[in-house]
């Protein structure tokens, strides 16, 4: 599926982290460049998300900030 | 100052467009790898942003859905 | 491709309007049930959305706010 | 109340899951048609949200992202 | 409507600048302090908004970043 | 760092609320008026939020909605 999200970053899980009903996920998506994702549970599980698994990062370009020094 | 955002990322303005009323900026934050923002045209004019100025992607670790094939 | 987003609501583009930077796409997703998606042009083109074609409309549950009467 | 967002989906809570600090209502909006919202437990609570109660599921447009296959 | 945003904060219209789809709204929430809203054309439309009206700026706890010096 | 963000409101934290991996966080913009925000653990750790603190709230304008009565 094409995605009309303009930041699409495949990577690498490196770490999974459940809570009670939220999930942190942090990809590798270029070498020591990790994204932090906050997803419920169930997501983690429907894709069965585990360290060393191929997955991508996706965020909205409406979704970022920019900031300068 | 320090954010909440999971997801800080310096880089080097590649690209702003702007729009009626938003703007869309790209940041180079690795070789090759750039995230795409969208703001007002308001803060792009109050950041000063052009090609080659320094900034930073920030996003949101609620705002990241992860995919996977 | 799958996604953690919860809200994955397969349809039909019933309109695309654009403007200088953002486009907003009208997707049926169930007879008489119509989703509205704000975009940049971009990804619009990017995708070739046009009246009649399939799409997907895709919502993160934190991104869903709930209210009662 | 009217409001800004483009998408508001009045249905019925067919499922309330509490975690430690985060909750997640699932609200049938259509026949077989489910959205999943990920709200504070303070927010639930406040709203009463149990299961068979009537309930509006409510997106902005920007916060939707669009895919084609 | 009650709704599950967390951040509720009712106020005047203090400025309406529409372009080619998205308007930008500031609502004033208290004396001196505004809120700047970005939405699509269509809804300030459907809601009327221009100066001095009363309006509420609505936000989401999970969209609201901490920073600290 | 100056943000593109277009709401940004200093204040001082109010309360503190860790769940399994998301924290809940009330930051006092003025006087009597509290915003709240929804962040991961981790994030409430690195900052060092506690009571009392002085913090700064920070909302794009893209996620801000509008309501009227």
Chains 1, 2, 3, 4, 5, 6 share one sequence.
Not at 21 to 36: L, P
Not at 41 to 61: D, F, H, M, R, S
């Amino acid at each position: 599926m094409k995605l009309s999200a303009r930041n699409v970053m495949p990577g690498k899980v490196v770490s999974v982290t459940k809570g009670a009903t939220t999930a942190h996920v942090k990809i590798e998506v270029a070498a020591g460049f990790v994204v932090t994702a906050s997803i419920t549970n169930e997501a983690a599980e429907a894709l069965g998300l585990e360290v060393g698994k191929a997955a991508t990062a996706i965020v909205k370009a409406s979704d970022v900030i920019v900031g300068v020094d």
